[in-house]
């Protein structure tokens, strides 16, 4: 069982996108979630992340001001909304639980290209 991220593409620096991350079949997002990225030879890191209620987020400082992570009510989808892209968001995007105790597999991530 793994999410279902989508919503990456190209987009020339300065664009905007928005990432959509679906829970697997019955296994509703009920924990604080997080978007990770990983970078052509760089290690996956953690951007973004969203307490269950929805009402606490936390970014990363190269991301603060042009991110903003969400969460539908039935806690079946995320979303990471992407502005002003610069050439050094180009990644590949997962989503998952914060907590790692209770991650579950990866997906298979959704890739984003900033040309500039």
């Known amino acids: 069982e793994q999410p279902v991220e989508s919503g990456g593409g190209s987009v020339q620096a300065g664009g905007s996108l928005r990432l959509s991350c679906a829970a697997p079949p019955g296994r509703p997002f009920n924990y604080a979630m997080s978007w990770f990225r990983q970078a052509p030879g760089k290690e996956r890191e953690e951007i973004a992340s969203?307490?269950?209620?929805?009402?606490?987020?936390w970014y990363i400082d190269p991301v603060k001001g042009r991110f903003t992570i969400s969460r539908d009510p039935a806690k079946t989808i995320l979303y990471l909304q992407m502005t002003s892209l610069i050439p050094e968001d180009t990644a590949v995007y997962y989503c998952?639980?914060?907590?790692?105790?209770?991650?579950?597999?990866w997906g298979q991530g959704t890739q984003v290209t900033v040309s500039s």
């Open positions: 969203i307490g269950q209620a929805g009402l606490s987020t």
């Open positions: 998952n639980y914060e907590e790692i105790r209770r991650r579950i597999s």
